[in-house]
């Protein structure tokens, strides 16, 4: 199953009542299959989505609605209002209106939650946080997405819109907003688990950084000495080192006995008191006089 499935599970579990029965159920009605007076039906994927459409219609006008079962590989589940007084009577307590939001079933904020966990029921997607931050609502392309979004907006949350075909896709790819949204449609237990999956993710990412880091560092330090061997040596070759001044010598046999140290270590062996730039100091002036007597060598 999806993690959409898994979520839209959790929150037909919840029995909205009084007002926000009626509130979620017209989030159904609104953006499911149709709502009219020639039909009123819902068809889903989701078994327990279409028992809650039923339920509610049980529940807010006492009218019973049989569920048919088709597909072959995937299974859609159907569900519709038979009698004309029926649909009439439904369609008219919610409002003939299809282009826009009825306000007047909405005004209090848990009706408008409630209402948004309807639409999310009929028409929403949620990614796994695992693989991906992004909440769709897939909607038809008239006014009654322009109402919908207008509808987020209120609730303080700013959707992002694009189109696919003759629907269009209001979402939500920031997590903090997605957040908002499962709180405010009761969906508090992935709620938490969203917040986990960032804080697991973000620590997870500043390890890679700091690993990332210190792979790097590792690399230049090795690169490093790996010059200043070379340069010892050819110094060494050439009879010029021990013609230097004593604490270049001195830093010289202290790479030449760790080939392999970081600064700090060669700080800490040496037998004389030497910060870390004061040693690299010396090390970069062997490596410079090495590098000028190889330039010397090749004019002559």
Do not use: W
């Amino acid at each position: 199953m999806s993690f959409s499935y898994d979520v839209k599970s959790e929150l037909c579990k919840i029995r909205s009542s009084g007002c926000c029965k009626f509130a979620q159920f017209y989030g159904m009605l609104l953006f499911s299959r149709a709502f009219s007076v020639d039909c009123v039906s819902i068809a889903t994927e989701h078994e327990i989505v279409c028992s809650t459409y039923t339920h509610l219609l049980n529940r807010c006008f006492n009218i019973h609605a049989p569920v048919e079962t088709s597909g072959q590989k995937r299974n859609t589940f159907k569900a519709s209002v038979q009698g004309k007084i029926d649909r009439k009577r439904i369609v008219t307590y919610f409002g003939h209106n299809t282009t826009e939001i009825n306000d007047e079933i909405i005004k209090r904020d848990c009706c408008k939650e409630a209402f948004l966990r309807g639409v999310f029921l009929v028409c929403g997607i949620i990614v796994d946080p695992n693989k991906d931050y992004c909440v769709e609502f897939v909607l038809p392309d008239s006014p009654i997405c322009d109402s919908f979004v207008k509808f987020l907006n209120e609730l303080n949350l700013t959707p992002r819109i694009s189109k696919r075909g003759n629907r269009k896709i209001v979402y939500f790819k920031d997590s903090d907003q997605i957040e908002v949204l499962l709180t405010k449609i009761k969906a508090s237990h992935y709620t938490l688990e969203l917040m986990s999956i960032k804080i697991y993710k973000d620590i997870r990412n500043k390890v890679n950084r700091k690993n990332n880091c210190e792979t790097a560092n590792i690399s230049k330090t090795v690169a490093a000495a790996v010059e200043q061997t070379r340069a010892i040596e050819y110094l060494e070759d050439t009879g010029l080192l021990y013609m230097l001044p004593a604490e270049l010598v001195s830093a010289a046999m202290l790479r030449k006995i760790n080939p392999s140290s970081s600064l700090n270590e060669l700080c800490e062996r040496s037998s004389d008191p030497i910060t870390r730039s004061g040693l690299n100091h010396r090390l970069q002036k062997l490596v410079a006089i090495a590098k000028e007597e190889m330039e010397s060598e090749k004019e002559e």
